[in-house]
């Protein structure tokens, strides 16, 4: 399973998240779109893995005017809040349950994929 959340990082709030079984690009964009319906930021920071320097993906955040940053190479500490959540949701949730694997619908998608992570 893969986690894509944005983040607000004067808040700390989860704007977006999208859960999947494969971190391909359409999940990342999806969560970037749905981030975008609730609010558009100035600038939007991630590292500099594949899904981040996409022409899809640059262009998204382009088109809604928003300047693009991008972490140094090997610089974890750069994204420290977003490090931060993906300790505690493996902590607090992943390393204490025992995970299922979640039912898959002809789509590919997980059948359960719009509820809430709280759930």
């Known amino acids: 399973m893969y986690l894509v959340a ?3 990082w004067y808040s700390r709030y989860i704007v977006s998240w999208e859960l999947d079984q494969t971190l391909e690009l359409p999940c990342v964009l999806t969560a970037v779109q749905r ?3 609730q ?3 100035l600038i939007c920071n991630s590292d500099q893995s594949s899904h981040f320097t996409t022409p899809q993906y640059c262009q998204l955040l382009q088109a ?3 300047q693009i940053s991008m972490d140094g190479k090997g610089r974890a500490l750069d994204n420290i809040f977003t490090e ?3 300790r505690t949701v493996k902590y607090e949730e992943v390393y204490v349950r025992t995970v299922q ?3 898959v619908v002809s ?3 997980m059948a359960d ?3 809430n992570l709280d759930n």
């Open 6 to 8: 944005i983040l607000d």
């Open 39 to 41: 609010t558009v930021p």
């Open 101 to 103: 694997p979640k039912p």
């Open 64 to 66: 809604a005017n928003v």
């Open 107 to 109: 789509d590919g998608r």
């Open 113 to 115: 994929k719009d509820k």
């Open 84 to 86: 931060r959540l993906w």
């Open 35 to 37: 981030a975008l319906e």
